[in-house]
C-alpha cells in the first residue's frame, strides 16, 4: 500500500496537466496515516500547505484536528486526508472545473488503493466532486451516501467555514459540526464491530 501511494505521489510531483504545475511550490499529496478507516476529503491546498507539502496545516487543519480529536479519532492513527486537488489555486480561489478533473485520477487511485469506510467530503467543494446535485452543504451535512468502493461518504462543515462562525450555539455550524463528527464515530465503530 505504501508502495503504491509513493508511485502515485512521484506521478503528482512530476504533473503539469494543468497550469497550477507552474506556480505551485510543492504538491501536497495527503496527511495523516495511509488506512482504511477515514479518508477526509477537503478542498485544495493553501498557502501553508503549499509551502510544507502537507494537508491542512493552517488554522483550519488545526481546528479539524481538535474536532478529530473530540472522538478520538486522530491523523496518527485513522485519518487520512487529501484534497479535490494536490497544487494550490493562485490566491486561494476555488479549483476551475478543469484543474479538478486533470488532478481527479490521483485522488482516484488514493481511492483505490486505499478503499476507505468511511470518506468525509469537506466543504462544497468536494461534495460537488462526488454528489452530482444541486443541494448546498447545509442541506446534505451530516447525512450519509453511498461512495465508491462500497465506503459510506457524509459532507461536513469545512473548517474555515466554522472559523468564520464562531458561534456554538444550538443550531449553529459548529454545533452541527459536533453532531456530525458524533455521527461519524458511531458509523465507524459500527462498521470495525
Ligand atoms: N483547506 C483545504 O481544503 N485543504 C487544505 O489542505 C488546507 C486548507
Redesign the pocket.
Same mark, same amino acid.
Given at each position: 500500500m505504501f508502495e503504491e501511494l509513493d508511485a502515485v505521489r512521484k506521478e503528482c510531483e512530476n504533473c503539469q496537466k494543468c497550469a497550477l504545475g507552474k506556480t505551485r511550490t510543492k504538491i501536497?499529496f495527503s496527511a495523516g496515516t495511509p488506512n482504511n478507516k477515514i479518508m477526509l476529503i477537503?478542498? +485544495?491546498?493553501?498557502f501553508n500547505?503549499d509551502q510544507t507539502g502537507e494537508?491542512?496545516v493552517?488554522r +483550519? #487543519?488545526q481546528l479539524l484536528d481538535k474536532i478529530f480529536e473530540s472522538v478520538g479519532f486522530s491523523r496518527k492513527t485513522n485519518v487520512y486526508?487529501c484534497?479535490t486537488i494536490k497544487c494550490r489555486p493562485p490566491n486561494n480561489r476555488d479549483p476551475l472545473p478543469e484543474e479538478k478533473t486533470a488532478c481527479r485520477p490521483y485522488l482516484d487511485k488514493q481511492l483505490e488503493i486505499l478503499k476507505p469506510k468511511i470518506i468525509l467530503l469537506? #466543504?462544497k467543494v468536494a461534495l460537488t466532486s462526488f454528489l452530482d446535485t444541486n443541494q448546498g452543504i447545509t442541506k446534505l451535512r451530516g447525512k450519509w451516501f453511498d461512495g465508491p468502493y462500497g465506503s459510506k461518504m457524509m459532507p461536513i462543515f469545512?473548517p +474555515?467555514y466554522l472559523l468564520r462562525n464562531q458561534s456554538r450555539a444550538e443550531g449553529s455550524p459548529k454545533w452541527l459540526m459536533w453532531q456530525d463528527i458524533q455521527e461519524v464515530r458511531r458509523m465507524y465503530d459500527s462498521l470495525s464491530e
Open positions: 501536497v477537503g478542498e +485544495a491546498p493553501g500547505e494537508s491542512f493552517g +483550519a #487543519g486526508i484534497n469537506c #466543504g469545512h +474555515a
